[in-house]
């Protein structure tokens, strides 16, 4: 026996008109679907999509929590990512669903991304354009490393010998003989070894493996964040002192040389500027502390990370003319 959501009955249903996923209107079903319905819960966690198409009003005020920090923002991409293990879920609740009752699979399913992204841009779409090459990313991030390596694990010991093998083939080359006895870490729950232990899974034990997804309840955290990608200045810069390093010079957490490097200093203005907290220079050659840099100056890069603001012409100008600083 499995609960659903009614979203998640819709897209078992292969329902492509997104309109239906805003409230709950399920006559609409055809008759393979129909039988789905003695499995809707509205007031349980859903087993399918393990609770994250069962909070979207929540999601949608965190996006616009993120919109406001970018008053003057009219683009941005969505970025959404699902834990792999929600694929393993999926194929265990569709096997269980076609062993159980007549429903079958044959037009396959709605991602629970692409409803997920319909309903949480819908109602923002007022106040930004979705576009998928906008360098402002609104990321949706679901994840517990530690919830989805628990739960393989558990699902490993559940198989039988001969399928424990063969998983132990895909998730440890250290384990391959006993899967069993495999220590995960979350590099070994991915995209790809979900995949290909879906396909390894004889479909009677796909069926019978379900009751573990109720007896090991998974929470997954969102994390949403409205972040700009890297952006780059590029210049030249000279130096006339000789004990300045190009860098931060600390060994043993102790700082030598000077309490500040070139990178600090060209980073500076533009940190107050772009009002991010880490810059990273990237320079044309490394010179000793004690080399001077004259002439043309040496060319650079500064990668400005996550800058939460776009400065205009005239402030990014101000920039390049302050780093002149003289040191003792
Ligand atoms: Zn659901």
Redesign the pocket.
Known sequence: MTQ??F??ALRLSNVQNFEFYKTEKLSELDENCQQLLSFVNNQSK?N??LGI??KIEFYREKCLVELEKWPSVSQVQILITIPPLIYLIESLTKSWLQSETKWTSTDGIVSIKDVLKYLVTIDLKEKVIFQSDSSLNLAIIFENEKSDTEFITNFISNCSNETGYRIGQILKANAKHDAKKAKLNKYDVTNITIEKLIESLPEKEQASSLELVKSNPIEYNVEISLEHEHLYVAGRYLKFSRQLPQTPWIMNGVRHFSDTSVEEIIAAPFEKIFQNSKSILSSSGREDVDVRTLGNGRPFILEIQKPKQIPNNELLLSAQKNPERKLG
């Open positions: 659903l959501c979203r998640c859903c399918f999509c198409l069962q």
